[in-house]
């Protein structure tokens, strides 16, 4: 017992060693972030912008720019300020359904769970096209997102998200006789969470834990660059 507890221990001691390194990292390479030296000197021995280093994300970016603020890149002091006092007051996942239903378990990890991020400098993550917004699916792309979503709506038919019209069952219609197409592979790889869990592939790609959908330290991010590529890890 002795042994097993000495172990224990010595394996606390080095993942304690390991995470105050990682936290010793951050001060040297964020300030990176602001060179002093000129853009050019930060190059990769192979010639590429070298973003090598561990990194913090402490700001929130909507992916795409949001209509309103139309060509504008960059929000001003004061419409961060707004927009982090409007998400302050949202209710979040606080506001529960009716005790035992589908949305009250959907709600069991309220605000309480979870942290806001401020609101970042930068519009939209999408700088290309320069409205900053997704541009539009191609006739192919379109066909391939309907038949998707067709055979998605046809596993949830049965259940109490389209008994109730939930927004996650627009397009679809209630009907208590489950579907059929419950016994089809997905029309293509899915990354996706489903109402099916059959076996593995059913299950979204961060249950599989085939994204960085990991379990974060304070936001830190580690990049490591190869020639022609490059690797993000969560630390």
Not at 43 to 51: I, V
Not at 58 to 86: I, S, V, W
Not at 103 to 112: I, K, S, T
Not at 216 to 234: A, H, K, N, V, Y
């Amino acid at each position: 017992m002795r042994d097993r507890f000495s172990g224990s221990i010595m394996k606390v001691a080095i993942v304690a060693a390991a995470v105050g390194a990682i936290i010793a990292v951050p001060i040297t390479r964020t300030s990176a972030q602001a060179p002093t030296a000129p853009a050019s000197a930060l190059k990769t021995p192979w010639g590429e912008p070298d973003l090598q280093g561990i990194w913090t994300d402490e700001f929130d970016t909507p992916l795409q720019r949001p209509a309103k603020f139309a060509n504008q890149e960059f929000f001003t002091e004061a419409q961060r300020a707004e927009l982090d006092k409007e998400r302050s007051a949202l209710l979040g996942r606080d506001k529960r359904g009716e005790r035992g239903t589908e949305l009250d378990v959907a709600g069991a990890y309220n605000a309480e769970f979870a942290s806001i991020k401020h609101t970042g400098a930068r519009t939209s993550r999408i700088v290309d096209p320069p409205n900053g917004r997704i541009p539009p699916l191609t006739r192919e792309a379109e066909k391939i997102a309907a038949v998707d979503r067709d055979f998605r709506l046809a596993l949830l038919q049965s259940t109490e998200t389209c008994r109730s019209k939930s927004v996650a069952c627009s397009g679809g219609k209630y009907d208590p006789t489950p579907s059929p197409r419950r016994a089809e592979l997905p029309p293509r790889y899915n990354t996706a969470r489903m109402n099916r869990h059959d076996g593995p592939e059913d299950g979204a790609l961060a249950d599989r834990c085939l994204t960085s959908g990991l379990p974060e330290l304070g936001g830190f991010r580690r990049i490591i660059q190869t020639p022609g590529g490059s690797r993000s890890f969560t630390t």
